[in-house]
């Protein structure tokens, strides 16, 4: 299990790295990969620090496997390896892969442990999904688990595991059950965060080695603010 920080070079933060996957604690703001703001992406910046820690001449490869979205923090995979890649984009597809994401809210829940179920559809002008309850014409289904696992004096605290990877999900489905996450506006929160960001953390992810079969579980701590030091 890894629950630390291997390396932190300059604003990388490396919770896990072997000769296949590289795996990332985003920060808030970054994005995995390249969009039309022109941003630098994350892809790119570990892509440069591989060159450099391992002087590879020419271009890196490095896969992405899947996305957080700009405003969220916690654990990315790269691959390092198209072997890798292949492996692993299967195992995402496949929901062969247990992930848990954390997630402060204002709005206690009703229930402390549930299932949701809804029908998600995108609007790819604003860039958000809508949860439904019923199916609606090109929904799709979304479904996790949550449990209120901490109560603050102002939010709650969520544990979530995903069993579907849609769109904006665990923000549409908190947001659903009028507990959207605090800083979202996005979704109905009433106030931004000051480092616009939002509290949802991809906290740990359980896989096995694309290559080496053992059993991996990474852990990645959260951001470095009171809140989130709090739980």
Do not use: C
């Not at 405003?71 to 995979?77: A, E, K, L, R, Y």
């Not at 402390?112 to 559809?121: D, F, G, I, P, Q």
């Not at 995903?162 to 549409?172: E, F, N, S, Y």
């Not at 605090?182 to 359980?206: C, M, P, Q």
């Amino acid at each position: 299990m890894s629950n630390k920080i291997i390396s932190n070079k300059g604003n990388l933060q490396i919770l896990h790295e072997d000769n296949h996957i590289i795996v990332v604690n985003k920060r808030v703001g970054d994005i995995v990969q390249g969009d039309k703001t022109g941003d630098k992406p994350l892809s790119d910046v570990v892509k440069e620090y591989i060159k450099d820690k391992y002087n590879k001449p020419g271009d890196v490869f490095l896969g992405v496997i899947h996305r957080l979205d700009r405003p969220t923090t916690g654990i990315v995979v790269f691959a390092r390896t198209s072997k890798a890649l292949t492996r692993m984009n299967e195992m995402f597809s496949n929901r062969e892969t247990q992930k848990t994401y954390w997630a402060v809210v204002k709005n206690k829940p009703q229930e402390t442990t549930a299932k949701l179920v809804h029908y998600l559809k995108r609007n790819e002008k604003n860039n958000t999904s809508k949860a439904h309850l019923k199916e609606v014409p090109d929904s799709k289904i979304a479904s996790l688990d949550y449990t209120v696992f901490k109560e603050l004096q102002n939010y709650v605290a969520l544990e979530i595991n995903l069993h579907t990877g849609r769109h904006h999900q665990i923000r549409a489905q908190l947001a659903a059950i009028g507990s959207p996450i605090k800083g979202d506006l996005k979704y109905g929160f009433d106030r931004s965060n000051t480092d616009g960001g939002i509290h949802l953390h991809a906290r740990k992810l359980v896989f096995v080695h694309p290559v080496s079969k053992e059993n991996i579980t990474i852990i990645a701590p959260t951001p470095d603010e009171t809140i989130w030091n709090a739980l």
